[in-house]
T-cell receptor, first 112, second 111 residues
């Protein structure tokens, strides 16, 4: 069964450093999303991406965040200068024609 | 914007009993309501979903009901098994775009 894959599974970084979280969505999917989940809390929407541009973003997704689909398969989330409060699980999701969203296993980001 | 409330936050049941989790949403334009199961260390996995043109949907031991007038929807799991133990999230969406999640319910099924 096709799946969304995310790397790395765990990323540790120092405050102020840049991190790039990587995702490979399901191959024929067209809509891509990033969500985050702070430990013990609910999953929160960050950004949606379609046709090589952001279609919607939340208040959390400020100027420190950016997304990119550099080639036909990868979808990345970059945090320019990490803060302690960026520590969370980050989930990538994708769907085809706004159907069911499939989630990856997530990247745990720890900012020290 | 949309807000989704979910109750209870924790639920403990005996194996074989039923479990019910309830959610309410605020935006009457929401028309897609999925339920996700999240096991420890994994991403959310869709277990069932319902669209606003349907009042009830069932898949084996799992069922979801939707009351559009009251803006609430519920997940029903019958004949619970220990492997049903997980965190369950409801969500609401317009046209299956961004998902707004509830706060989650930790379900524990005791043998």
């Amino acid at each position: 069964e096709p799946e969304v894959t995310q790397t790395p599974s765990h990323q540790v970084t120092q405050m102020g450093q840049e991190v790039i979280l990587r995702c490979v969505p399901i191959s024929n999917h067209l809509y891509f999303y990033w969500y985050r989940q702070i430990l013990g809390q609910k999953v929160e929407f960050l950004v949606s991406f379609y046709n090589n541009e952001i279609s919607e973003k939340s208040e959390i997704f400020d100027d420190q965040f950016s997304v990119e689909r550099p080639d036909g398969s990868n979808f990345t989330l970059k945090i320019r200068s990490t803060k302690l409060e960026d520590s969370a699980m980050y989930f990538c999701a994708s769907n085809l024609a706004k159907n069911i969203q499939y989630f990856g296993a997530g990247t745990r980001l720890s900012v020290l | 914007g949309e807000n989704v409330e979910q109750h209870p936050s924790t639920l403990s049941v005996q194996e074989g009993d039923s479990a019910v989790i309830k959610c309410t949403y605020s935006d009457s334009a929401s028309n897609y309501f999925p339920w996700y199961k999240q096991e420890l260390g994994k991403g959310p996995q869709l277990i069932i979903d319902i669209r606003s043109n349907v009042g009830e949907k069932k898949d084996q031991r799992i069922a979801v009901t939707l009351n559009k007038t009251a803006k609430h929807f519920s997940l029903h799991i019958t004949e619970t098994q220990p492997e049903d133990s997980a965190v369950y999230f409801c969500a609401a969406s317009k046209n299956t775009d961004k998902l707004i999640f509830g706060t989650g319910t930790r379900l524990q099924v005791f043998p």
